[in-house]
């Protein structure tokens, strides 16, 4: 029988995350098989560009005595860990090993198992504050409390302090907070609201706010609407919800994100029984309802429900496009616009659907970038790892410059800020769901 063939010419196929098993959190184990994909990485190296995860690993083997993963000490395997964020591109665009390649090789996978053994050890103040970005956000989201934060995140001393206390990098971007949430903007529609289906969609859609978007900056959730209602699309919001749970499974709380999914799922199962679709605007939401949740509950139907009634903004449109029923009777061209693709958009393999629905647009020429930002949502405010987002995010910023834009953004608004900190011009980023409003003139 022939042995393993270089590279896989089938679809990549993901292996559910077996978190609930004790021999999960063996670090013998994790060991074992980090040392088994790191020697398969330092073999091909193509994913060297991506993130700071591989330059890292490369570096401690050419270091070695060796110059080969059994001269490095198992202790230093942790730095790779550190610098990987799970952006999942390395599996998605890079990787010729994945499942069902005979190598079996999950990059992302493997570094989350790490990050929860890690997590098991014990966990900085620093991460677990970052992480629970509803108790965040709904203390710096009281008015007064978010006006206080936000200028007090301008001055230079107080950064300073703030860097030396808690290691938040005192040059990073910081989010600013609103004192008036997307939740309190928007009213919930009655469950019996009727839609116009098309396709695979219903024509009436659930909003999940996410945490950055309710608390931080809601402006594109209003953007959202009046583009959907705008194409005969209901707009409602969930009931309540919690945190989606993506940064606590970066952090490799697993527990935490049980307890998310315990709370969101239920909500959002009873929409979809009501006939809503779902959408948010951070693809990292998306993908945790699409991908992560599946994956950590592959037994649970109302998990299995609310993936596939989950939809990226753009997917959505582009899907009623297919359909003819999005209107395509634009008010204002765009020019140019230098559009990032988002990481953990581009890894739920719906094509480049952003810069579909804005091509539409006439007089609008989108320039698309796809390299990663860096940001991450915590990996870019850290202290320790700061200096590696500036420089990743360096390529992104530097096709912008090129390019000379009308607009630009990202659909992870995060990443859009971090590319204007980075550019440092004064220029704004503007949400490509605010770009289309523009466009419409609604």
Excluded at 54 to 71: H, I, K, Q, R, Y
Excluded at 75 to 96: A, E, G, I, R
Excluded at 262 to 280: H, R, Y
């Amino acid at each position: 029988m022939a042995g393993p063939r270089e590279g896989n010419l089938e679809a990549p196929t993901r292996h559910p995350i077996d978190w609930r098993n004790p021999g999960f959190y063996s670090e013998e184990a994790l060991f074992h098989e980090m040392e088994r994909v790191f020697d398969i990485c330092h073999g091909c190296r193509r994913c060297v560009s991506l993130c700071q995860a591989f330059p890292t690993l490369f570096d401690l083997v050419d270091a070695s005595e060796t110059m080969e993963v059994d001269g490095v000490k198992k202790s230093d395997y942790w730095q790779v860990v550190d610098h990987c964020y799970l952006c999942d591109l390395c599996y998605m665009t890079k990787c010729p090993y994945v499942p069902p390649h005979a190598w079996n090789l999950d990059f992302p996978h493997l570094m989350l198992r790490a990050k929860a053994v890690h997590y098991q050890k014990g966990s900085k103040l620093r991460d677990e504050i970052l992480t629970s970005t509803d108790l965040m956000g709904k203390f710096c989201g009281i008015p007064v409390v978010a006006q206080t934060v936000n200028a007090v995140n301008k001055i230079g001393v107080a950064r300073k302090a703030l860097e030396a206390v808690a290691g938040i990098h005192s040059e990073a971007w910081l989010p600013e907070y609103s004192p008036k949430s997307m939740r309190s903007r928007f009213k919930q529609l009655d469950p019996a609201t009727p839609g116009e289906p098309a396709g695979r969609t219903t024509g009436k859609v659930a909003l999940f706010a996410t945490c950055y978007m309710n608390r931080n900056e809601p402006g594109p959730g209003e953007d959202l609407v009046a583009v959907f209602e705008h194409n005969g699309i209901a707009v409602t919001i969930a009931e309540k919800e919690r945190c989606c749970g993506m940064p606590k499974l970066e952090l490799g709380d697993f527990e935490s994100v049980k307890k998310a999914k315990e709370a969101n799922i239920p909500v959002l199962a009873k929409l979809v029984g009501q006939g809503w679709d779902l959408t948010a605007l951070i693809p990292s939401c998306v993908l945790m309802f699409k991908q992560e949740l599946p994956l950590m509950f592959p037994d649970d139907p109302d998990v299995l429900k609310v993936k596939n009634a989950f939809f990226d903004p753009f997917e959505y449109l582009m899907l009623r496009h297919k359909e003819g029923r999005l209107k395509t009777e634009f008010k204002t061209p765009l020019g140019k616009v230098a559009y990032h693709a988002a990481c953990h958009q581009r890894v739920q393999n719906i094509g480049p659907k952003t810069k579909e629905c804005l091509s539409l647009v006439p007089g609008t020429e989108v320039d698309i970038i796809e390299r990663c930002s860096g940001h991450d949502g915590t990996y870019a405010v850290k202290k320790e790892f700061h200096q590696y987002a500036m420089k990743i995010v360096k390529p992104v910023v530097n096709r912008v410059n090129q390019a000379e834009p009308a607009h630009y953004g990202s659909d992870c608004a995060m990443a859009g800020h971090h590319i204007a900190h980075a550019r440092n011009d004064g220029s704004v980023p503007e949400h490509p769901i605010t770009l289309m409003r523009k466009a419409y003139g609604v």
